[in-house]
């Protein structure tokens, strides 16, 4: 199953009790609330490799990231920068790299924090 990538766009809790403990190599969640409810067994997939994010987050990143991960991508959407740097602390927790693509997310944000986003935004990409 480590070849499966699974596109998840109206998730459930039983649909993520389903997973637990699989195999899967790609998940695709398509909404902060799908993440949220996979953040519990997230841990458990231990092929998981890239995990791909739609949504808005903000606060803190709470995802339990499982130890094969290589690959965490915020593909359309908004985070603010508490979520982002959450997230890189979540990654400091992992024993390799984690490659982090985020496409436009950043600039999305400014919106969400105004000004004291931006400050904390500048400071990351530097």
């Known amino acids: 199953m480590s070849n499966i990538e699974i596109f998840v766009i109206h998730g459930s809790v039983k ?3 389903l997973l ?3 195999s899967i190599g790609i998940l695709n969640l ?3 609330n799908c993440a949220s409810l996979a953040s519990e067994i997230l841990h458990t997939l231990n092929r998981l490799t890239k995990l791909y994010l ?3 987050y903000t606060g ?7 130890a094969s ?9 908004e985070c603010s920068s508490e979520w982002l740097c959450s997230l890189l602390i979540t990654f400091s927790s992992l024993d390799h790299p984690v490659k982090c693509e985020l496409c436009d997310a950043l600039q999305s ?3 969400i924090r105004g000004d004291e986003a931006r400050t904390h935004i500048s400071e990351l990409r530097s």
């Open 60 to 66: 803190r990143c709470d995802l339990k990231l499982p």
């Open 109 to 111: 944000s400014e919106d």
């Open 15 to 17: 649909l993520f009790e």
């Open 20 to 22: 637990r403990d699989t």
């Open 30 to 32: 398509t909404t902060a």
């Open 54 to 56: 739609w949504g808005t």
């Open 69 to 77: 991960l290589q690959c965490i991508s915020l593909q359309k959407g």
